[in-house]
């Protein structure tokens, strides 16, 4: 076969041997591919993927042009653009598996609860730096800071800005860094103390999302308080979750406070996208040396005893709270470093794992 007797039937044709690898099913019979072009030695198309952070997008690419050279090894030019059409997860709940929006976000796909059993192990860290990485790849993220009694999102992400109204009713997030945030904190004196009781924190967080002008999103991230208290029960009950991404750091003591986390969730029918294990271990930035301060490993332990997906490990590192206190994060002041690429890493395995429960017939739970 000459490149002149290349047409687009071939190209397609090769590219139908190319697996989903997350989803199974070719890239052509699931739609993936667009705008396909056959120019002389020049090949162009399209994969439209399930997310724009999708972990094994090096994999496919690999595979079409391996795919398209086995049948034309002489073609001149392979391109592949990329765009994300982002999948919606199946929603998880008190009821459990229901309908595909929720009222009080109805523009939003995926909305995900970063979650810990206790304070001090990360968690707003890590919820802050898996949305930077999340729009990083191109998807429309927000950040709701659901602490009310301790609200850090807007030291962590370097504003203070107050939200500006829409209307009489409407609110306008606060944009730093390409993310919508909103939290008590920006609404409030700096340093006041919120003694409410439960039902304020109820009442607090559905306004911080009913009233709020939010637009489209792909990914709603909810930074959770520790435990499992008023605020996880208002936002199992309130809105249709995606699922779960749980923060440990390795020791016994916080992972054992994890768990009951992970149970709570389980319980009301929401679905864990996976575990984190933050300041996984630590290595000396003058000789190289790696210690494992908390221990380490026990977080992945964990998730494969419980047949749950472990996201990633990362680093404990000085940057990490240099960034946090100067409002910014690392995955913005360092995109390259390791620390950085272990968020990414963790996003993107988040970000697949909500596509494949997207695709996945789940049964309906009675």
């Known amino acids: 076969m000459t490149i002149k007797e290349i047409s687009r039937e071939d190209i397609l044709k090769a590219l139908g041997t190319v697996q989903e690898p997350e989803l199974g099913g070719d890239l052509v019979s699931r739609g993936m591919i667009r705008d396909l072009t056959v120019n002389g030695s020049r090949v162009t198309f399209t994969i439209v993927l399930t997310t724009p952070a999708c972990p094994l997008k090096s994999v496919m690419q690999k595979q079409s042009e391996d795919a398209i050279r086995k049948i034309a090894p002489g073609v001149s030019e392979i391109k592949i653009n990329w765009d994300a059409d982002v999948s919606v997860a199946r929603r998880g709940g008190a009821t459990g598996v229901s309908e595909p929006q929720s009222p009080l976000l109805p523009n939003v796909k995926n909305i995900i609860a970063v979650s810990s059993g206790k304070g001090g192990v990360g968690k707003s860290t890590v919820a802050v730096n898996l949305a930077i990485a999340l729009a990083q790849d191109g998807a429309k993220v927000g950040l709701l800071d659901a602490d009310i009694y301790g609200p850090n999102i807007p030291i ?49 967080l559905q306004q911080l999302m009913r009233d709020v002008e939010w637009g489209p999103l792909d990914y709603f991230i909810v930074d959770m308080p520790p435990g499992t208290g008023d605020a996880q029960l208002t936002m199992t009950q309130s809105v249709q979750l995606a699922g779960a991404v749980i923060v440990s750091t390795p020791q016994d003591v916080a992972l054992s406070d994890a768990v009951r986390g992970l149970g709570m969730f389980q319980q009301m029918h929401v679905p864990i996208l996976g575990m984190v294990e933050n300041m996984s271990y630590f290595v000396c930035p003058c000789c190289g040396e790696r210690t494992d301060i908390f221990d380490h490993g026990n977080v992945r332990r964990v998730a494969q005893q419980r047949n749950l997906n472990f996201l990633g490990e990362i680093p404990l590192d000085t940057q990490v709270r240099v960034g946090g206190d100067k409002g910014v994060p690392i995955t913005v002041s360092q995109p390259e470093s390791p620390v950085s690429q272990a968020f990414r890493e963790a996003a993107r395995n988040m970000a697949g794992r909500i596509s494949v429960l997207a695709h996945r017939k789940l049964p309906v739970i009675k």
């Open 156 to 204: 962590m992400m370097g504003t203070n800005e107050r939200p500006r109204m829409l209307g009489e009713d409407r609110i306008l997030p606060v944009e730093n860094y390409g993310i919508k945030l909103m939290s008590i904190g920006f609404l409030v004196a700096p340093g006041s103390s919120m003694v409410w009781r439960g039902p304020m924190v109820h009442g607090a």
